[in-house]
């Protein structure tokens, strides 16, 4: 119990007392009227306790998070004018997909199909091929610390996300239970997600959607989620374009409906690793 507690206490106490010292009769109405307030107050003094403790315990928690994410090397996000700018910090490119250039960014990134290993020195564009470094095919030998999936719209980076790649494979980093940071707030690991995978959702060539962050399907024009490398298909509105593969993100703080015009068009999805 605390100073201010156990003033309140004895002045209670003190109102409860009779002038010469002993308690008034029993069940006196003013007896119990003094026994229930500090049996009250009694109540509120565990309630105290309990809430202190959990407020030290969110703290303890915050500080932790703070302390992770201090950790995590830094990057370019606002402007990236060449891939040594992008590589500071001891990220390193290991995969750039380029929109439109007839080439599935899946096939490349599972099986190197349509990719060049002449890593660009530049972000101009390459309508040729994706970029692919052949160490994505020993990924388990490369002691991955950090991965960071990041789109770029000309040498602007609009959104990215940071994962936790210690013992991942090169297909698993990509889920949300390994989320640590991202430009959209909401993107966290303790959110439910519909699809959260490189493999995202696909059936035939109706539907390709890789990468995919999706919250929930309601529809085509009520479907919302975050990010999607669409590699092909016509099954929505969304999904249609003059040209693949295209990366669809949402140009919000949070996700969005893919429908809306709040829904930007990436040049580049690009993969860093941090060893």
């Known amino acids: 119990m605390d100073v201010i507690s156990f003033k309140i206490f004895i002045f209670i106490g003190m109102l409860c007392t009779s002038i010469d010292g002993r308690l008034s009769e029993p069940w006196n109405p003013r007896e119990y009227s003094c026994y229930n307030l500090m049996e009250k107050i009694d109540t509120l003094e565990k309630k105290l306790t309990q809430t202190s403790s959990e407020l030290l315990t969110i703290t303890q928690r915050q500080s932790g998070i703070s302390t992770l994410l201090d950790e995590i090397p830094s990057f370019y996000h606002e402007k990236s004018f060449t891939v040594d700018e992008l590589e500071s910090g001891g990220w390193k490119m290991v995969f750039r997909a380029t929109s439109g250039n007839g080439q599935s960014v899946y096939d490349a990134w599972v099986k190197g199909t349509g990719t060049s290993d002449v890593k660009p020195l530049t972000m ?3 309508l040729s091929s994706h970029y692919r470094d052949p160490a994505i095919d ?9 991965v960071k999936f990041a789109l770029y719209k000309g040498n602007r980076e609009v959104a990215y996300v940071i994962f936790n790649g210690s013992g991942s494979s090169n297909m698993g980093w990509f889920t949300s239970s390994r989320v640590l940071m991202s430009s959209w707030p909401g993107l966290t690991s303790n ?3 519909n699809i959260f ?32 490398v669409i590699d092909g298909g016509s099954a929505c509105a969304w999904d249609q374009h003059p040209s693949y593969p295209q990366f669809i993100y949402s140009d919000m703080n949070s996700d969005d409906f893919y429908n809306r015009r709040q829904f930007g068009l990436a040049d580049y999805v690009v993969v860093f690793v941090y060893i």
């Open 124 to 126: 101009s564009r390459s």
């Open 138 to 146: 020993t990924w388990h030998n490369l002691a991955v610390k950090y």
């Open 191 to 193: 959110v439910q997600y």
């Open 197 to 228: 995978s490189v493999d995202g959702h696909a059936n035939g060539s109706t539907l390709m959607r890789r990468f995919h962050i999706n919250k929930s399907y309601a529809g085509c024009d009520n479907d919302r989620g975050y990010v999607a």
